[in-house]
C-alpha cells in the first residue's frame, strides 16, 4: 500500500492527539526544590561512584538476570528461586536476610539513623506453569526467555543496586529492605507485598517497585480488581434417563445473562470499570447433565466505590439468576458457589507526594520523559493504605510480557539502575 504524506499526516494527528486523550495530563513536572535537590544528591561522590561500580558490574547484572530467569518461578512455587536470590543478595553484603512466612526474601541494609523503613522491591513470581522452558536464549543481543524482564530483570537490578552501595561505600539515613516478593501476579493476589502490610507488621514508610516497563515509567495508582469463581452445583445424571434434572451449564447461562446486561448497563457511564467472564468450564460428557458448572470472573475499576458497586452487581446478578432457574419447574435445585479468589484495591497517590516528585525529578535528570501511570502492581496495597509507593521501570528495551516469547535488551540497561538507586536514595536520605 502507498501512502502519500498528505494522507499519513491527518493520521498521525489523529494519533497524537488520541494519545494525549488516553493520557489525559499534561507530562509531570516537579517542583523546582525536587529538582535541586535530586541534582545536588546525584552529584555526592558516593552516589557517583556507586553509578561507576554499576557500569563496572554490568555485565555481571547480565549474568544475575540469566541465573535467576533459569530458575522456573510459577505462581504459588516461588521457593526454588527465593533461596537461590536470597544467597545472591547475601553475597551482596547485606546486614541481615531472611525469608518470611509467605516466601517473601528480604535484605536489611542498616540505615546510620534509622529513623526509617524504605523498600526497593521486584517480584520473583512468573506467570508461566511448572515445566515451562525458561532456558535463556540469545539472539544477537536480544535475550528470550519467559520472565526475562518480568520481573527477572527487577531481581538483577536489586542485587546491582546493593553491590554498588556495598563497594561505593553509600549508606542511606533510613534502613532499605531489598524485597523479592512472591504472589505478584494473577491468583497470587498480591500476597508477598499484602504479607508485608498485614496488622501488626513492622511499618514500612515507602515502597518502591521494579516491576516491567522502560525508564521513565512512575506508576503511582492502582488499577483495582476483584475476582470470583461462581460455582452452580447440582446432582447430575442421564441426559434422556435423568432429563428434567437442574441442570448448573443452564443455570450458568442465566446467570452470565443476567450480569453482562446489568454490568454494561452500569459500566457504560462513569470513569472506566470493567467485566470479564474469562474462563468456564465443568461437566464429563454431552450425554450427562453435569453436576457442576463454573466461571471466574474478573472486574476492575480506577474508582474504589464503583468496584464494591460493579462487585455488588455482579452477587446479585448470579443469586437473581439461579433464583429464576430454579423456579421454572425443573426437579432438584441449583446451589450457587461465590469464591472470591483474586482482590486489589485501587487507589491514586497524588503528584504532590514526595516520593512522586523524588522519582519525576530524578527521571528527568536522567533524561527520560517521566510517565505517571496506574497498574495493577504491588503498589496498589501500600497506595491503598495511603503509604508512598511508586512501581518503576526495568529499563533497557523489552516486549512480550506474558508470553512465551518475552525479550528483554539491554539498550542503556544501566540507566534505570542508576535511575533506581537515586529514587531510592533521595527517599532514605544519605546516611552521614
Ligand atoms: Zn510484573
Redesign the pocket.
Known amino acids: 500500500m502507498k501512502f502519500s504524506f498528505v494522507r499519513v499526516y491527518p493520521m498521525l494527528l489523529v494519533m497524537v492527539f488520541s494519545f494525549m486523550h488516553i493520557s489525559g495530563q499534561e507530562l509531570p513536572t516537579a517542583e523546582k526544590s525536587y529538582a535541586k535537590a535530586i541534582k545536588k544528591l546525584s552529584a555526592n561522590t558516593q552516589i557517583q561512584n556507586a553509578y561507576a561500580v554499576i557500569d563496572e558490574i554490568d555485565n555481571q547484572t547480565t549474568a544475575d538476570l540469566i541465573r535467576l530467569t533459569e530458575i522456573e518461578a510459577p505462581p504459588f512455587m516461588e521457593t526454588k528461586r527465593a533461596i537461590a536470590f536470597r544467597a545472591m543478595l547475601e553475597d551482596t553484603g547485606m546486614d541481615k536476610t531472611w525469608i518470611d512466612e509467605v516466601g517473601n526474601v528480604i535484605g536489611l541494609k542498616i540505615g546510620t539513623n534509622r529513623n526509617r523503613v524504605v523498600v526497593l522491591d521486584a517480584?520473583l513470581d512468573t506467570v508461566f506453569p511448572e515445566g515451562t522452558d525458561v532456558s535463556v536464549k540469545k539472539k544477537g543481543d536480544t535475550l528470550f526467555a519467559p520472565g526475562i524482564g518480568?520481573?527477572t530483570r527487577?531481581l538483577a537490578m536489586l542485587l546491582a543496586i546493593a553491590k554498588a552501595m556495598k563497594k561505593a561505600e553509600l549508606k542511606a539515613s533510613a534502613d532499605i529492605w531489598f524485597v523479592a516478593t512472591v504472589g505478584?501476579?494473577g491468583l497470587g493476589d498480591l500476597r508477598g507485598v499484602k504479607h508485608f502490610f498485614r496488622k501488626g507488621a513492622p511499618k514500612i514508610d515507602s515502597w518502591i517497585a521494579i516491576?516491567?516497563g522502560s525508564a521513565g515509567r512512575v506508576n503511582n495508582a492502582g488499577l483495582g480488581s476483584t475476582r470470583y469463581k461462581a460455582v452452580f452445583k447440582g446432582k447430575g445424571g442421564h441426559s434422556w434417563g435423568a432429563f428434567g434434572l437442574a441442570n448448573p451449564h443452564h443455570a450458568l447461562g442465566y446467570a452470565i445473562t443476567h450480569f453482562t446486561k446489568e454490568a454494561k448497563k452500569y459500566t457504560d457511564q462513569g470513569p472506566k470499570t470493567s467485566f470479564n467472564i474469562g474462563r468456564i468450564g465443568g461437566g464429563t460428557s454431552v450425554n450427562s447433565i453435569p453436576f457442576e458448572s463454573w466461571m471466574e470472573v474478573d472486574m476492575r475499576s480506577v474508582d474504589a466505590t464503583r468496584l464494591l458497586k460493579i462487585d455488588s452487581i455482579f452477587k446479585s446478578s448470579m443469586h437473581a439468576a439461579v433464583a429464576e432457574y430454579n423456579a421454572t419447574g425443573i426437579k432438584d435445585k441449583i446451589v450457587l458457589e461465590l469464591i472470591k479468589i483474586g482482590d486489589r484495591p485501587s487507589g491514586e497517590l497524588s503528584e504532590t507526594t514526595p516520593l512522586v516528585q523524588r522519582a519525576i525529578a530524578a527521571t528527568t535528570f536522567f533524561g527520560e520523559t517521566p510517565r505517571l501511570t496506574r497498574g495493577s502492581?504491588n503498589g496498589n496495597i501500600p497506595i491503598a493504605l495511603g503509604i508512598p509507593a511508586i512501581t518503576i521501570g526495568r529499563g533497557g528495551k523489552g516486549g512480550g510480557?506474558h508470553s512465551l516469547g518475552e525479550w528483554w535488551m539491554n539498550t542503556d540497561g544501566t540507566k534505570a539502575i542508576k535511575l533506581a538507586l537515586l529514587i531510592t536514595m533521595a527517599e532514605a536520605g544519605l546516611g552521614n
Open positions: 517480584h518480568d520481573d527487577g505478584e501476579e516491576d516491567g502492581t510480557a
